[in-house]
């Protein structure tokens, strides 16, 4: 389990910014590729980054990487993965497949096969018995990618994508992805600034989100610490280890280093803000208000200022609001 081969998928232009955090996570060099970032790196490394990174969209553990023609070739590809080291076959389990000019004519055919792949592959090792697909909630789930002649295939470790952090409950018509506010303040440059007390404030702060991802990250608050992961439900999982890491990064949590403002004209959005930072550990660390972005005096001279302003319909409802 010590040299894995981690992809890491990202929104498009934020490859450069995750490289460097996977770098400050795990230690580890990884190579930035369209929208996601690639690794060589331990089970335990795999752990951490589903733990700290604020940027991936998940943590996938590639299995398989093939060229193929057609979809026998996909079939035998994923009958070739020992699918049986990663979970049982009294789990669960569903395929997603993406394509870039694939030339095969069905990708819901292509996923189907792959399917029957890991459902034989148990078949024959445990005496016929063989994991259910779940579509909706399953435990383990499968990712392939196609391009014109190569199959690449995946095991997900994070489950739920890892913008739910598990404390937003509350939110408004357009909040923002945790992972995009996240790379917002990357991009600023404030996740350092904050070290030196900088203030961070943001006037449509909606649920809250950019602020709440600012305090954790001046509290030094791992942004999965709230959440579960696929990986738990995984053979290799040793609860034991988990726990470890989970401790370390328990006890790295600080007082906040820098101040952090949010303000929206709509009250309810100031409730529901005050709500998720509460649940997200940064109810101290955070000061919401209401009022009108263009009317209010800045909360502090200088700083660094982030928003995502109301677009289109959303002006006149929130703006009325
Ligand atoms: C796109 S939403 C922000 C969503 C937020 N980033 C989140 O993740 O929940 C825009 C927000 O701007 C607020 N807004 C609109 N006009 C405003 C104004 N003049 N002053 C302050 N806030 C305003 C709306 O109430 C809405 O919550």
Redesign the pocket.
Known sequence: MNQLQLFLPCAAGVEALLATEVQRVTGIEGKAWRAGVQLQASWRDALQLNLHSRLAQRVLIELQHNQYRSEQDLYNAAANVAWEIWFTPKQTFKVEITAQHSPLQSLNFAALKIKDAIADRFRAKFDDVRPSVDTRWPDVRVYVHLTTDNVTIYIDTSGEPLFKRGWRED???????ETL?AAMIAASGWDQLCKDGVPLY?????????AIEAAQIACNIAPGINRRFAFQKYLPFQAHVWDGLLDQAEAAITESTAPVFG????FR?VD??ERNAERAGVANAVEFRG??????MPPAPSGVML?????GE??D???V?
Do not use: E, H, W
Not at 171 to 177: H, R, S, T
Not at 263 to 266: C, H, R
């Open positions: 939110k408004g018509d357009a909040p923002l992805k506010a943001d006037p449509c702060c909606g649920s809250g989100t950019i303000s929206d004209v709509s959005m529901f803000a009022g009108d972005a263009l009317q209010r928003v995502n302003p109301p677009y959303r002006i409802v929130a703006g609001a």
